[in-house]
């Protein structure tokens, strides 16, 4: 394979070499815990500022006391902090559960909703987690980009912008709508078992051989 020379050429090698390296769909990728839209939804509120692994440690006791939304809605706040109270801000995080699932009640029929525009009305929901629905959820395009896909991203030249936002939509254009959601999840892999943030394995990397700061950082 001829090295990629531009970023649009390094986004689409670095998709082709991870999904080698990382095989799955992206919901089969994501590392928190869940079966059903909803349950996604609450578990990547819950993600904010804390590690999937510490998530998933709460999720069997969370559904299996609020197994829905109505169920989620009519919660007493301090029984839900106490569940929630490993994660961290659990205070913050049951006020946003709480009005999530109030929110799909009143305005969705329970259902999660599927548009960028109505996710990100609902409390504790912004455009990442709303990509982590679209495109883990329903399998629709979204690109998250969270800490790992921001750092790569711009390890990789892809991009040097330092908004999430903004590389949301650079990197995003240059992958098919289809592609976005596996992009991220194997990214977010990689950043977590190879591209560490403080000292990179480059050595272990499939990508070193085009990556601009292969064995600089």
């Known amino acids: 394979m001829a090295k990629p020379r531009t970023p649009a050429g390094r986004a689409r090698a670095t998709f082709e070499r991870l999904s080698g390296e990382y095989p799955g769909t992206a919901k ?8 059903t839209p909803f349950q996604l939804l609450c578990v990547t509120i819950l993600s904010a500022q804390t590690t999937d692994a510490r998530v998933n440690t709460v999720t069997p006791v969370l559904f299996a006391r609020y197994p829905d939304p109505a169920a989620l809605a009519g919660a007493n706040p301090g029984e839900l902090e106490l569940i929630l109270h490993p994660t961290g801000f659990f205070r913050q995080k049951a006020k946003s559960l709480i009005g999530m699932a109030a929110r799909l009640l009143d305005q969705h029929g329970g ?12 409390p504790g929901v ?5 990509n982590v629905i679209r495109s883990v959820g329903f399998g629709l395009p979204g690109l998250p980009v969270d800490t790992h896909v921001l750092r790569l991203s711009v390890r990789l030249g892809l991009t040097s912008q330092t908004d999430p936002v903004k590389v949301e939509h650079e990197v ?3 992958l098919p709508g289809r592609d976005h959601g596996l992009f991220s999840e194997r990214v ?22 085009f990556c601009p700061t292969a064995f600089k950082v």
């Open 28 to 35: 089969e990728l994501c590392e928190l815990d869940h079966e």
């Open 111 to 122: 259902e999660v909703p599927t548009a960028m525009a109505d996710l990100v009305t609902l």
């Open 172 to 174: 995003g254009a240059m």
């Open 126 to 130: 912004g455009r990442k987690t709303a």
């Open 188 to 209: 977010i892999l990689h950043g977590r078992r190879v591209c560490f943030a403080r000292k990179p394995a480059c050595g272990d990397c499939v990508l070193n051989d």
